[in-house]
């Protein structure tokens, strides 16, 4: 690995920005990803940050079962985002559809859907309804030593 | 030589303090908030990460002034700091560029993300290009007209020997003329300070006058179509300035820059009051809407400059 | 001359953390007309909830919605209570008031936040969430998790509450208390604050009640509604307490409105906390007999309708839910046209709107032979006619 690969990974490792997609979740998960922002957890000390925009995105927060309006929004958003780009699947929802895997309206696990878009695309999974934000912060942090 | 240098170190230094800046700004905020705040590399490990990214270009998006904006953007700051630096070094060089050069400098970031946000062709950033747009108009002609005081005060130092008006223009006939006591010590200085002061708010374009970013509104407007490295050019370019204005003010208001004896306390001072006067107004206002904020340096702070102008007239 | 911009906001917008289309047309930065698309969050709850059985329902219409998770439950379970025809013990009602209540709380001081958010006042935001954290530990000790709940149950409560745990309940709330009246002080006084929300979004009583508002929207606006007094369920007729109304029915009321009622939700819980009487939580249930049920519930955001209709066997054979934002969402059309940008995304997220509860799909059928009357090139050629006849007009 060059020295400039190394850099990169640095600023990568150190400045995570994390864009929320709610593709059909109860809500739980996204208040405890707002959650994690505030006083209590502060995920900014270790540089992560809410971005506005899937373009200064690093990482795609998926919460919720992807539904067949979201799926094509969900596949548009991933290929918006600027690469390299982790795509981390929060919650039981978004993991393994939980409690709505019989739900009618159910369009695919998330893995699958960005999985057709970049087959290699890195996925991360944070199960838990909702996950703990500790375990958030846990599943991020591991996520980016392993890069 | 000599020039290249200073520029060279000019550029370098505002980059680093800027950064440096930038994660102060972070940090107070994060201790407002209660919370813990970033650690001091942060505001570099975003640049080197924005660096190393993909630049994503939209298909509607004209592209060579998408892609120029930022440049033009980060040169003109680093025009600005060149000739601020060279002032704070060597007062007495031959003509380095005066008020009005550097005053054309600093309206270049809000003019090139306009520039970008019109390029991008988002409906977005073309409502956020039009609030950036009402936002120079609205702060411009009282930033101008805050100069006014440092003029005066330098055409009458130069007016013993003979008045030379355009001489005054001059940044180190401003200097010069404050050796005796800065310009915000009198009433008209002060006042033209506190309209400066709100300028710079809209000018780093932080709350109460973020109306073109707003991220809830217009989920980043000029900026949202940005990515990789002309993101990082665009945060660069924001950072320096976190720099470059409050030494402009400083330069213009407040005795300028030095290094020697006292200075070296009081500069640092100087600049960190500017910076946590920004940061506090910062966390204790929200975002206004942008015809309020228009109103807000039309009708308070326009009328302060001109009260501040015609001051100083009788001094 | 108009020349008309079309800003979407959504359907993935940082505005709200839910995916939902909001289509504004704008002249300048003025909204001029407005179209609302939800369903992407449709998740097809009903359909989930009816191959359940009675015991496992709870714990889907938990999750409608995250914020409302002990709402939704509530309301689903007297449905059911109602059909069988249990009798709840008291100690068990008194629970549901206690976590129903704590719910308020978390979720009034999340919308403040988040309102301070929208409009660009992130300290406003860190502090309200910070003195939220108090209220979820509350839930956490006394139902084990810090959002879904899963407490209540057909015929009473999970889990009862030990002394340990109403002490603490109790200290949670004073830690949260003090902090509340500054926020209300603030609110109140703030210049900036209310320069930015007065008179913007303004609902007023006439359109409240034509459009047929709830919750702490429609209390904004002057109508004093609230199942909780109207239609006492839990232990609501047993405590003491007021409903708050506001006059004007702009942002800045419904802001006062729930922090004001976020004050109230403390005075319900003391109360409950030293009235809890002794006894079971948990009455026996053999079996739901066929019958209809209903059962409505005051969530934060509004009244939270459960309709469940049993045919004896293990599970609902029909489960009907309609959550207060589907009431709220068509007051936009009266507080946000003619507003600008600015101003539309505060009022849009001032009903506090959920939109996983609102999720609906839309068809068009004949009532008797359940034949489809209109498909989409139908419902698309009518909107066609529709945008043609405005056009003419304008």
Not at chain 2, 119 to 128: D, K, Q
Not at chain 2, 166 to 190: E, M, P, R, T
Not at chain 3, 160 to 170: I, Q
Not at chain 3, 190 to 214: F, M
Request: charge should be negative.
């Amino acid at each position: 690995m060059s020295v400039l690969d190394k850099v990169k990974l640095w600023g990568l490792k150190k400045s995570p920005w994390v864009y929320h997609v709610n593709t059909g979740a109860c809500n739980n998960c996204d208040i405890e990803v707002l959650e994690l922002l505030t006083p209590r957890f502060d995920v900014e000390r270790l540089g992560v940050l809410l971005a506005c925009s899937p373009r200064h995105a690093d990482a795609l927060l998926v919460t919720g079962i992807c539904t067949r309006q979201a799926r094509p929004r969900l596949q548009e958003i991933y290929r918006q985002t600027a690469k390299p780009c982790l795509v981390v699947c929060l919650g039981a929802c978004a993991c393994t559809a939980g409690i709505f895997h019989d739900a009618w309206h159910f369009a695919g696990p998330v893995d699958e859907v960005i999985r057709e878009v970049d087959p290699d695309a890195k996925i991360i999974y944070i199960p838990g309804c909702p996950p703990k934000p500790e375990a958030m912060i846990a599943g991020i942090a591991k996520a980016l030593q392993d890069l | 030589m000599q020039t290249i240098l200073i520029v060279v170190a000019a550029v370098l230094g505002s980059i680093v303090l800027g950064l440096l800046f930038s994660w102060v700004d972070r940090l107070v905020t994060a201790r407002i908030q209660w919370r813990k705040g970033p650690p001091v590399y942060q505001p570099l490990a975003d640049i080197v990460k924005l660096l190393g990214k993909e630049t994503v270009v939209s298909e509607s998006a004209s592209l060579w002034p998408f892609l120029l904006a930022p440049v033009l953007g980060f040169a003109g700051v680093c025009a600005a700091a060149a000739i601020l630096w060279a002032v704070a070094i060597n007062p007495d060089a031959s003509f380095v560029g005066d008020l009005i050069v550097v005053i054309y400098f600093l309206t270049f970031p809000s003019l090139v993300l306009i520039l970008g946000a019109s390029a991008s062709g988002n409906p977005y950033g073309a409502v956020g290009a039009g609030r950036e747009m009402k936002l120079v108009i609205g702060y411009e002609l009282p930033f101008v007209l805050a100069m006014v005081p440092a003029i005066v005060a330098a055409g009458r130092a130069l007016s013993r020997p003979g008045f030379e008006l355009a001489g005054s223009f001059k940044l180190s006939a401003i200097l010069q003329a404050q050796q005796n006591g800065a310009v915000a010590g009198s009433l008209a200085g002060f006042l033209a300070l506190l309209c400066a002061m709100a300028v710079m708010q809209a000018k780093l374009g932080v709350v109460p006058f973020d109306q073109p970013e707003a991220e809830t509104e217009l989920t980043g407007g000029v900026i949202l179509e940005y990515s990789g490295p002309a993101l990082a050019m665009i945060k660069l370019m924001r950072a320096m300035l976190l720099f470059v204005l409050p030494l402009f003010i400083i330069t213009v208001f407040w005795g300028g820059v030095s290094l020697r004896g006292w200075g070296l306390l009081a500069t640092p001072l100087k600049v960190v009051v500017l910076l946590v006067v920004v940061v506090l107004m910062r966390n204790t206002n929200p975002r206004l809407r942008i015809e309020q904020a228009m109103k807000f340096f039309w009708f308070i702070v326009t009328p302060v400059a001109v009260i501040a102008s015609v001051l100083s007239a009788y001094a | 001359m108009t020349h008309k911009t079309l800003i979407p906001i959504g359907p993935y917008h940082p505005l709200q953390e839910e995916a939902e289309f909001f289509q504004l047309y704008c002249e300048g930065e003025t909204v001029v007309d407005m179209d609302a698309r939800i369903s992407y969050n449709h998740r097809g709850i009903e359909g989930v909830s009816m191959n359940r059985t009675w015991d496992q329902v709870p714990y889907v219409v938990e999750r409608v919605c995250g914020i409302c998770s002990a709402s939704h439950p509530l309301a689903y379970v007297q449905a059911v209570e109602e059909i069988a025809e249990v009798e709840v013990p008291e100690r068990a009602l008194y629970v549901r008031t206690i976590i129903n209540e704590l719910e308020r709380i978390h979720s009034h001081l999340l919308w403040f936040g988040l309102a301070g958010h929208f409009i660009g006042y992130n300290t406003v935001f860190m502090w309200a969430w910070r003195y939220r954290e108090p209220c979820l530990d509350a839930l956490e000790v006394v139902t084990g998790s810090r959002i879904n709940y899963a407490n209540h149950t057909v015929g009473g409560s999970r889990k009862d509450l030990t002394p340990e745990m109403v002490k603490f309940v109790g200290e949670r709330l004073d830690e949260i208390e003090g902090p509340l009246d500054m926020f209300i002080t603030t609110a109140l006084e703030d210049p900036i604050l209310s320069l930015r929300l007065k008179d913007v979004g303004v609902l007023t009583e006439q359109d409240a009640r034509a459009l047929g508002a709830c919750g702490p929207t429609a209390r904004a606006s002057n109508v004093p509604i609230d199942v909780r007094r109207d239609d006492p369920y839990a232990a609501y007729d047993r405590v003491d307490w007021d409903v708050m109304t506001c006059q004007n029915g702009d942002v800045f009321d419904k802001v006062v409105v729930r922090l004001l009622e976020t004050k109230e939700a403390i005075r319900i819980l003391r109360q409950a906390l030293r009235d809890l009487p002794e006894g079971p939580v948990q009455a026996s249930v053999k079996e739901v007999p066929p019958g209809e049920g209903v059962g409505h519930v005051e969530a934060p955001r509004g009244e939270t309708f459960h309709f469940v209709k049993s045919n004896g066997g293990a599970g609902p054979e029909r489960h009907k839910i309609r959550a207060p934002s589907f009431n709220n969402v068509p007051t936009f059309r009266a507080s946000c046209i003619g507003q600008p940008i600015a101003d539309v995304t505060i009022t849009l997220a001032s009903i506090d709107p959920c939109y996983s509860c609102t999720e609906r799909m839309a068809v068009v059928a004949d009532r008797d032979t359940g034949e489809e009357l209109m498909n989409f090139a139908d419902l698309v050629k009518l909107s066609r006619q529709k945008t043609e006849e405005i056009r003419k007009q304008l």
